[in-house]
């Protein structure tokens, strides 16, 4: 993996450039069917001096939108907005083949608005796959995850009008049982199941758990239904593939058809920055034919997106370059070593991926007025919590971190004293 840093002035001058290759509605160009334009000018006016040093904010400002995916062809790119979208489609490229090896050119994708839409629009895209090239009905084809994942794929499930099969996991290291995921895909199959559609989670939201990518794929490999996995890196997509060299979430393990990689997470992009990606031949699955007013028709679920989206992760990346950003992940993660040491030495138990940030205490080791100091986040609201998990975020200051320890220690002593 490797992409050159680049300072403040080479960006801005790539995206005013990228700016000025869209037809910009204050220009001379006769723009008279869009039914766009730039934000209300009463508010946000163009002339703010400070704009011309700003090339994300006067993104915003101009409004471009990234309607569609631009990552199929000269067509899928829009004339009015061809400066960004060629951008995003840079931006996929990047993603796509520095952070998850995928081979130049065989991978589509967008910027969606987050982890919740990129899973959906992969379920999505795999269900119609199935019902495509198998002739399955819906009824035929099942959605498999683990108790650990987020709840964005029951919500995929209700809305595609699938059945979810969920797997139970360890309760100490988190990972599938092979005996639930045996006994529930058997009687997926005897109750007439004939493809699944299977999330792999990098990682999951409440403990930073890795699902086994290759045991779940070697698996469905031998039990001969038709599978396809989708990874839901919507949280580790951007820290994982940095502190773990030998992760196997790439493009380059067959295992893998489409990676959702969220922005407004790791990364520190602006909410509504989510990615998509997948090998190509898959998003067709996903076009909507109907779409017939967008050149290159639409293959994402959200229709209109701003594009100033897409420049806010390029940017990001771009002014890091892939060494700054492996060390800025690295430090994290050394930080988050740091709290399970001490956590350790106070005799504290806790759940931790050692290439993840996340680390979840048992709720019996800490009390709820403790936890509720320091915002760390349960499990559930909705009964007494089994967890709480601390995330190592980059505003968290080593003082808080050590203020914590020390309160956490006082308190373990007095309730074993
Ligand atoms: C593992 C995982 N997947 C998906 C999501 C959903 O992401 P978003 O809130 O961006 O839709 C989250 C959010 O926390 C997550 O942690």
Redesign the pocket.
Known sequence: MYWKKSSHEQIKETIFEALAENMDYRGDRPILGIPGTYLDPTEFYPDAPFLKDAPFMSALVSNPNHIGVHTLSEESVLEVFKGTQKIESELIQLVSEQIFKGEKGKQDGYVA?????A?IQAIWMFRNHFRSEFKLRTEEIALVYSEDS?Y?MPKAANLLDLSSIILKVDSANRQILPDDLLGKIEKAKSQGYKAFIIVA?L???MFGSVDDLNFLGDFFTKNGHPFRIHV?A??GGFIYPFTNPNSVYTFNNPYVSSI?A?G??MLQTPYGT?LFLCRKGLISYVKTKEASYIPGKDYTLSGSRSGANAISIWMILNIHGSEGWKYKMETLCDRTERICKHLSQIGISYYRNPYLNIIAIKSSQISPNLANKYYLVADTYERHPNWYKIVVMPHVKPGTIDQFLSDLEMENKSTHN
């Open positions: 608005t987050g982890g919740t839409e899973n987020h964005s989670n990682s999951t939201t839901d919507a949280y959702a969220d407004h997470k989510g």
